[in-house]
């Protein structure tokens, strides 16, 4: 797909140390450069504007300017975040009238899962197991759109694979 043609987006929500950043990455790196956008919400919020995820802060308008106009460009945007329902949600609707296509997907895991999968990552050192107890919400389903529902028996090429599938059809 080349810039200016037809546009996708793909969101993954779910709990922190659910694997969506990863498999963000990996979806990414199946296209060309310059052709995927990976928009973070630990990225925008934490590190481009270090602010703590409360209702009204400005990394949910920041996600939508950088999503949008990417969008605009003809690309295929992933927005991978917890991306909470009741903050995020308004936000992410508006995101997907704008593509022709628009995938939604959704991490349910357990806790203890989350908790697992997170001592196996970088961010094990930034943060302790009872930081992300705190954030954990559980299933958070988004009204206005269908999501793929990915659970812990999904592998990260099973959910790579998925989406790639999907945005090819």
């Not at 690309?75 to 939604?104: H, K, N, Q, S, T």
């Amino acid at each position: 797909m080349a810039i200016g043609t037809s546009a996708q987006l793909v969101v993954l929500r779910g709990n922190s140390g659910s694997g969506k950043s990863t498999v963000a990455r990996h979806v990414q790196h199946r296209f060309p450069k310059g052709q995927c956008a990976v928009i973070a919400q630990d990225i925008v919020r934490r590190t481009i504007l270090r602010e703590h995820d409360e209702p009204g802060a400005f990394n949910v308008a920041l996600i939508e300017t950088i999503a949008a106009s990417c969008l605009d460009r003809g690309m295929i945007v992933v927005v991978e975040g917890i991306l909470d329902a009741a903050r995020y949600g308004a936000m992410l609707e508006r995101l997907r009238r704008r593509p022709e296509r628009a995938l939604f997907y959704a991490w349910d895991l357990p806790f203890e899962e989350t908790a697992r999968r997170h001592q196996m990552r970088p961010e094990a050192a930034e943060f302790t197991v009872e930081n992300m107890r705190s954030w954990y919400r559980g299933w958070q389903p988004l009204p206005f759109t269908d999501e793929t529902h990915i659970d812990a028996t999904w592998s990260l090429h099973a959910a790579v694979e998925r989406i790639c599938s999907d945005l090819s059809k």
